[in-house]
């Protein structure tokens, strides 16, 4: 390989200080700007970061998150895979209903067995209604302003070079990522269980069809917690003067996130309404 | 005398660090455990003892307060909170990071250079393949004869288990792990990886998930081998917990690993090093990488829905709930199949390099080298169903997966096309990478042909789950990738310590595994075409020979791989020093002092031809 300047060195193995570093090789170092930097997490700036400009950084950070969305749009599909499969095998008819016991546990607890010491009656095929898809929507509503918000947030800081006005944005959409959160919280609580015994075992338990909801909510659930996280970080990034008019980089990494995770409600919304119950 | 700026320095590099100061692998040990106990405590504490999945919970939660303790206790934490509370990393805490004088300690921290990482990932993978290797010992010695002798079919079920996923895992990261960490930065002609705190993530995550791993033998083992097929995962004990665990915290390491490498290859190439000009190994890292970021999402997805059946009553895989076994199959292997190219990819891509350098030769037809590691990665995504079929399965599908299938030979054959065009009529240095080598493709057409045959739907029908599946597997496993892997040892060993990997018990142990493999999974090969069947700890009598020349071949293999340990112990204290560049290679890791400084390059370096234009004739000694 031709090259037009390069690094020589020429230490052999007795040349080597014991921690395996050679003298040189700290030389090197010592004449060298420092390490780190690049790193997704924001040592680009201040840290230094072998002297890369912001817009190298930044570029090199966007496509890592544009890596990670791959990777959870993969998580996404094997997912939407894993409800469609349920769905369209429909195994011994059971994508909806399961064998056990109609009511809450509690009213078998309570009056049969503990109190009344008797036995459960013989169980029954239970069926389960589909969740609530415009509870769906409202949650996907919520994300996808919170969305909106901090990608205002971020055109308008890259307008303004604003930053101090950019921290009640951040914080705004952070509260509003939480809002999402709590309300899939909500909907996780919604989602329909039914009481069966197995091996003197009671316990609720998820049809398919439950289930299925249960891991998309479930990761939705573990999407609203990094906005969260994320909207945090801003906020106070902001406020702390790390986020300012000339680096605003970071907020366009975030905002990519956050609207992938919109996107992703949308796309799970839309499927769990059109594609719902077999018939 | 001290000048002002050197005493500024070092002030200066004194204050950074912060609590990474206090952190180490014995902190990440010692929090491990602790938030183990906490977790296991409070679940004990909270749940439903009378509940039907209440030991399972408990071990799930003992498992996750594991690797938050871990990742907590060695600094991974440290990062994201910082970042969350505005206060950036300094100069001063970036030096420290990057372990810049502290010796060997460094090696059991979170560092974040990239060399570093490398080494860790040689220790890590040599420590893997001990474990699965020890277990491998344990299978064949029960297998020396007809009947049980030490242990039971249950014990034994656990055994093949582990083996077959420490051994995958320490195969995922044998080459890519430690070559795409030290090397491929300065072969691009980069000054570390794109993301170093990443990297650090990547390979401590790595190590949690592999003791996560390993302690499934604690607490009863797996019995139903490393695919975990449902719904038959239903009957194993807490082990499946732990393991399920174990491969979704992998599969965080691998794809944080995968990000870091594409970006670091995209984005921090230096002036002059295009996509054509990169050394052919920097392919072979990024396919692997890119694949790895498509199919172990799968993996932990797969893993995530083990563990809600298992721990919430969900019925993904449950009949009785709506749930299918094939649910999993399916998500399974459409992660297995890509993860087999995942692990071949960059062995091949390593063999590439070695065979240009020591034939002195270019890489035959560099650009079919790298469509044929494309083109592989990407067919790869397309056959996985041929695992289940005979599972009955989609039948009709049955055909265009074996189609999918044999296609992918085009690419495999193209590998050796490359190959040998490289080293034909090249002055071949038979030295210690070189030979590893020769072995790889040896092994690598018995393992490619046998593979051609199960491929085809008939066949597969009467050889799944025999013995000669087994064989053809390891044939390209063992015989192939870790062929590859030593290879890749020797040949950048003196990269890594400064000396020559000891050539004399080197070729001894080439020869004793090299013989080894072929008795061994030969007579394996004749076993399974005589209908022996995979997993079982004792057979029928008309297979008592092959198994005895097998296990035979598994002792040959185990004293050739510990001569090679031997050889790495000794070399990498008092080996042979080789120099800086001793291959006469041109890429840019052999430009550098050995070992390289922190930062790789004084000035960087501008590329202006490809790195194997060989004008000089190679000085050999």
């Not at chain 2, 085009?410 to 020769?438: C, D, N």
Request: glycine share 10%; proline share 4%; hydrophobic share 50%.
């Amino acid at each position: 390989m031709s090259i037009d300047t390069h690094a020589d060195g020429d230490v052999t193995g007795d040349e080597f200080a014991e921690d395996g570093r050679s003298a040189e090789g700290n030389k090197a170092h010592d004449q060298e700007s420092h390490h780190g930097g690049g790193e997704g997490h924001g040592g680009g700036d201040d840290g230094g970061g072998h002297h890369e400009s912001p817009e190298v950084v930044d570029g090199r950070q966007r496509m890592a998150v544009w890596l990670f969305i791959g990777g959870d749009m993969v998580i996404l599909a094997g997912l939407l895979f894993t409800y469609l499969y349920l769905r369209g095998t429909n195994t011994e008819g059971h994508w909806m209903n399961m064998v056990g016991y109609t009511g809450h546990p509690w009213s078998y607890y309570n009056n049969i067995l503990f109190v009344k010491g008797g036995s459960l009656p013989n169980p029954t095929t239970v069926s389960v209604n589909p969740v609530s898809a415009g509870f769906y929507w409202l949650v996907t509503l919520v994300t996808a302003v919170s969305a909106g918000i901090i990608w205002l947030g971020e055109k308008r800081l890259r307008a303004s070079r604003d930053a101090k006005a950019f921290v009640p944005i951040a914080a705004l959409a952070t509260v509003v990522a939480l809002v999402a959160l709590v309300l899939t919280i909500v909907q996780l609580r919604q989602i329909p269980e039914i009481f069966v015994t197995q091996n003197d075992s009671a316990y609720m338990a998820y049809t398919s069809y439950s289930s299925a909801i249960l891991v998309l909510e479930g990761s939705a659930l573990l999407h609203m917690f990094v906005l969260a996280f994320l909207g945090l970080g801003l906020s106070i990034r902001a406020s702390r003067g790390v986020i300012s008019g000339d680096k605003w980089y970071q907020v366009r990494l975030v905002r990519l996130f956050w609207v992938w995770v919109a996107i992703s409600s949308v796309i799970v919304a839309a499927v769990i309404t059109s594609v719902n119950t077999i018939h | 005398m001290t000048t002002t700026l050197e005493h500024t320095a070092v002030e200066e590099e004194s204050k950074g660090g912060g609590l990474a100061r206090h952190q180490n692998a014995g902190t990440a040990v010692a929090c491990g455990v602790l938030f183990a106990f906490l977790f296991w405590l409070v679940a004990r504490k909270t749940l439903d003892p009378t509940g039907e999945a209440f030991n399972d919970q408990v071990t799930t939660l003992l498992g996750c307060g594991w690797i938050i303790g871990f990742w907590f206790g060695i600094g991974a934490f440290n990062g994201p909170m910082r970042w969350l509370l505005g206060r950036d990393h300094t100069r001063a805490d970036d030096l420290y990071y990057a372990g810049h004088n502290q010796g060997r300690a460094r090696y059991w921290k979170y560092t974040t250079d990239h060399k570093v990482v490398g080494v860790q990932y040689i220790i890590v993978t040599m420590g893997l393949l001990g474990v699965g290797g020890m277990l491998a010992m344990a299978i064949r010695t029960e297998l020396i004869m007809p009947g049980n002798h030490f242990v039971n079919q249950q014990v034994y079920n656990a055994f093949i288990s582990l083996h077959g996923m420490i051994m995958i895992l320490a195969l995922i990261v044998a080459i890519a792990g430690p070559w795409a960490n030290f090397v491929m930065p300065i072969m691009i002609g980069a000054r570390d990886m794109a993301f170093p705190r990443l990297n650090a993530l990547s390979l401590w995550t790595l190590v949690g998930a592999a003791s996560l791993l390993v302690s499934v033998a604690a607490v009863g083992g797996l019995t139903m081998g490393w695919v975990v097929l449902a719904p038959i995962t239903d009957q194993n004990g807490v082990g499946m917990d732990l393991f399920a665990l174990a491969i979704v915290v992998f599969a965080v390491s691998s794809t944080v690993g995968g990000v870091n490498v594409v970006c670091t290859i995209l984005t921090m190439r230096t002036k002059g090093m295009t996509l054509e000009r990169v050394p052919i190994f920097v392919w072979g890292a990024i396919t692997t990488s890119a694949l790895a970021l498509y199919a172990f999402p799968f993996f932990l997805l797969v893993e995530v829905l083990q563990l809600l059946d298992r721990n919430v009553a969900t019925s993904f895989f449950v009949s009785g709930g709506g749930g299918t076994g094939w649910l999993q199959a399916n998500l399974f292997w459409l992660m297995g199949h890509p993860e087999v190219y995942v692990i071949l990819t960059p062995a091949v891509a390593v063999c590439f390099e070695i065979a240009a350098v020591m034939s002195r030769k270019p890489v035959f037809s560099y650009r079919t080298a790298v469509a044929a590691m494309v083109g592989l990665s990407g067919l790869s995504i397309l056959v996985w169903a041929h695992h289940m079929f005979t599972s009955g399965w989609a039948p009709t599908l049955g055909g265009p997966f074996m189609v999918t299938t044999e296609i992918i030979s085009i690419p495999t054959g193209l590998f050796f096309l490359v190959l040998i065009g490289t080293l034909w009529r090249g002055h071949v240095w038979m030295k210690l990478p070189t030979i590893w080598m020769f072995g790889f493709i040896a092994n690598f057409i018995i393992g490619g042909i046998t593979g051609i045959y199960l491929s085809d739907i008939p066949i597969d029908n009467q050889l799944h789950g025999t013995m000669f599946v087994t064989a053809h597997f390891h044939y390209i496993f063992v015989g192939s990738v870790l062929f590859a892997a030593v290879a890749a040892l020797a040949f950048w060993f003196p990269k890594v310590t400064g000396r020559f990997l000891d050539e004399f018990l080197g070729r001894i142990s080439f020869w004793l595994v090299f013989i080894g493999v072929q008795v061994t999974f030969l007579a394996m090969f004749v076993s399974g075409l005589r209908g022996m069947p995979r997993r079982v700890s004792s057979y029928s009598v008309i297979f008592d020979h092959t198994n005895l020349i097998t296990t035979i071949g598994a002792y040959i293999i185990m004293s050739g791989m510990l001569v090679l340990l031997g050889a790495i112990i000794k070399s990498w204290g008092h080996g042979e020093p080789s120099g800086p560049n001793p291959w006469h290679a041109n890429s840019l890791e052999w430009m550098v002092p050995t070992p390289p400084p922190l930062e790789n390059f004084d000035v960087m370096p501008v590329i202006t031809e490809d790195p194997y234009n060989f004008r000089e004739e190679m000085v050999r000694s």
